[in-house]
């Protein structure tokens, strides 16, 4: 497996490439900005994406959909309920004083549970909401793509609209926690991180343990 992260647009959203060694098929996950940048990354690796996944709708995460969309035809998806996230993303933009390019309609939604296939790869979707109503993680062969769910020392923001506290930590503990501990985590922001790390040293989660 490929993982490439890219760390694109003002909010330094982490985007990740995540493509088939045999197939050179490519997931795009969270591709927030800088489409041009995401796009020669994917031709510098020979890979052809696929599938772009956005983790959830907030604006940061998901400005580059159009540009990827429309250069590789690669399928657009999102969880259902945070198709309106997405439909209202360049007024969500506004209220931290940027702009952000609209997003498609996603081809397909999610739900939680689904396996998808890039190439040869395997991808299990995990709803996790609480920073948003359709949060999602996206698990790969011992690599967890956890978006604003959860970070190296901390979680998601439950401020926003559509955000619940509780939700997010219920989500987190039985959801990702229960992950075996070498599990990798790819966080929307910030450096990666394991669920064994996370467990021991995470102020937010250590009650669950």
Not at 26 to 39: F, Q, S, T
Not at 117 to 127: A, D, K, P, T
Not at 191 to 199: A, N, Q, V
């Amino acid at each position: 497996m490929i993982i490439e992260a890219l760390p694109v647009g003002p909010l330094q959203v982490n985007c990740y490439i995540v493509g088939c060694e045999t197939t050179r098929e490519a997931l795009v996950v969270d591709p927030g900005d800088e489409g041009g940048r995401i796009l020669a990354a994917l031709d510098r690796a020979g890979l052809q994406a696929r599938l772009v996944v956005n983790t959830h709708g907030h604006f940061d995460h998901i400005g580059a959909n159009a540009f990827l969309v429309e250069k590789t035809g690669a399928e657009l998806l999102i969880h259902e309920k945070d198709v309106p996230l997405l439909a209202q993303s360049e007024r969500h933009a506004e209220l931290f004083g940027l702009s952000v390019v609209p997003s498609p309609a996603p081809t397909r939604t999610l739900v939680g549970g689904e396996e998808l296939s890039v190439g040869e790869l395997r991808i299990q979707i995990i709803h996790t909401p609480g920073h948003s109503p359709g949060g999602i993680c996206l698990l790969v062969d011992g690599h967890l793509f956890a978006g604003d769910t959860l970070f190296a020392g901390s979680i998601g923001r439950t401020d926003l609209a559509g955000g619940n506290h509780e939700q997010l930590l219920a989500a987190i503990r039985e959801q990702l926690l229960v992950l075996p501990e070498a599990t990798v985590v790819h966080p929307g922001h910030g450096p990666d991180t394991s669920i064994g790390r996370e467990k021991r040293n995470n102020p937010f989660v250590g009650a669950f343990i």
